[in-house]
C-alpha cells in the first residue's frame, strides 16, 4: 500500500497540520506511558490535562470547547475497524506512526464501507494533525518494530460508555460508545461491534 505524507495536498480531505499551539510539554509527559504489544487507549488523562498547553490546544483547537486529552500507544499494523466522531479529533504524534484514513461519504447505504478506499499517511513525530468529523480513523500503525505513541485529543466525554441503548437499525446501530460511531472488520473480533468493513484487513 503506498503511504503518503500529511503534508501532501492528498491529506486535505481528511484533515490538516496544526501549528497553532504548542505542545513539548505534553510530549515530555507523554514518555513516562506505557508502551504495551498491543494497543491500549486511555481517553483521559489528568497529568496531560492539566498542563498550561491544555488550555492551548482547547482555545486554538476546539474554540474552547471543554477537552478531554488522552493517548493511544502500542504496536499495530492492521486496520481492524474505522470510526468517526461528530467533531474533529487532534492526534499528536509522539513518536513516527501512520494513519489509516477513509472518508464518511463513502459508507453505503447499508453502513459498509470497501476498505480498498483506505488511504495511508505517515505521521512523523512532533507533528500534530486536525481529523475532520467526516474522517474514518482507528488505532494508528507502528512505524518501527517497537511501537507507537499518540495523544488523542477530542471534546469532553466522548469515548466514554454509552449511558444509553444505542438504536438497532440505521446509523445509530453502529454507536459504541459516546460520539463514536465504528464499523470493525470480522476478523478483528470485536465484541457487540457491527462488522461492516469489506474488503481486506489491511496491514501496513
Given amino acids: 500500500m503506498k503511504i503518503q505524507n500529511v503534508t501532501d495536498a492528498s491529506f486535505g480531505k481528511y484533515g490538516k497540520v496544526m501549528t497553532e499551539f504548542s505542545f513539548e510539554q505534553i510530549l515530555k509527559e507523554?514518555?513516562?506511558?506505557?508502551?504495551?504489544?498491543?494497543?491500549?487507549?486511555?481517553?483521559?488523562?489528568?497529568?496531560?490535562?492539566?498542563?498550561?498547553?491544555?488550555?492551548?490546544?482547547?482555545?486554538?483547537?476546539?474554540?474552547?470547547?471543554?477537552?478531554?486529552?488522552?493517548?493511544?500507544?502500542?504496536?499495530?499494523s492492521r486496520l481492524n475497524a474505522l470510526e468517526y466522531h461528530r467533531s474533529s479529533e487532534i492526534d499528536i504524534a509522539v513518536t513516527d506512526l501512520i494513519l489509516l484514513l477513509g472518508c464518511q461519504q463513502d459508507i453505503e447505504a447499508d453502513d459498509t464501507y470497501d476498505t480498498s478506499k483506505v488511504e495511508a499517511f505517515f505521521?512523523?513525530?512532533?507533528?500534530?494533525?486536525?481529523?475532520?468529523?467526516?474522517?474514518?480513523?482507528?488505532?494508528?500503525?507502528?512505524?518501527?518494530?517497537?511501537?507507537?505513541?499518540?495523544?488523542?485529543?477530542?471534546?469532553?466525554?466522548?469515548?466514554?460508555?454509552?449511558?444509553?441503548?444505542?438504536?438497532?437499525?440505521?446509523?445509530?446501530?453502529?454507536?459504541?460508545?459516546?460520539?463514536?460511531?465504528l464499523i470493525a472488520h470480522e476478523e478483528a473480533g470485536i465484541d457487540g461491534a457491527f462488522c461492516g468493513l469489506r474488503g481486506e484487513n489491511i496491514t501496513v
Fill in 30 to 76: 507523554m514518555e513516562h506511558t506505557p508502551l504495551p504489544e498491543d494497543v491500549v487507549y486511555v481517553p483521559s488523562v489528568e497529568t496531560l490535562e492539566a498542563l498550561p498547553e491544555a488550555q492551548d490546544v482547547s482555545r486554538k483547537g476546539f474554540g474552547g470547547l471543554p477537552v478531554q486529552i488522552g493517548y493511544c500507544n502500542g504496536d499495530n
Fill in 123 to 181: 505521521v512523523p513525530a512532533g507533528t500534530a494533525v486536525e481529523l475532520y468529523a467526516t474522517t474514518l480513523h482507528y488505532a494508528p500503525c507502528s512505524v518501527k518494530a517497537n511501537g507507537f505513541r499518540c495523544v488523542i485529543v477530542l471534546p469532553k466525554g466522548t469515548n466514554e460508555e454509552l449511558p444509553f441503548k444505542p438504536a438497532e437499525e440505521g446509523e445509530n446501530r453502529l454507536l459504541a460508545a459516546v460520539n463514536k460511531w
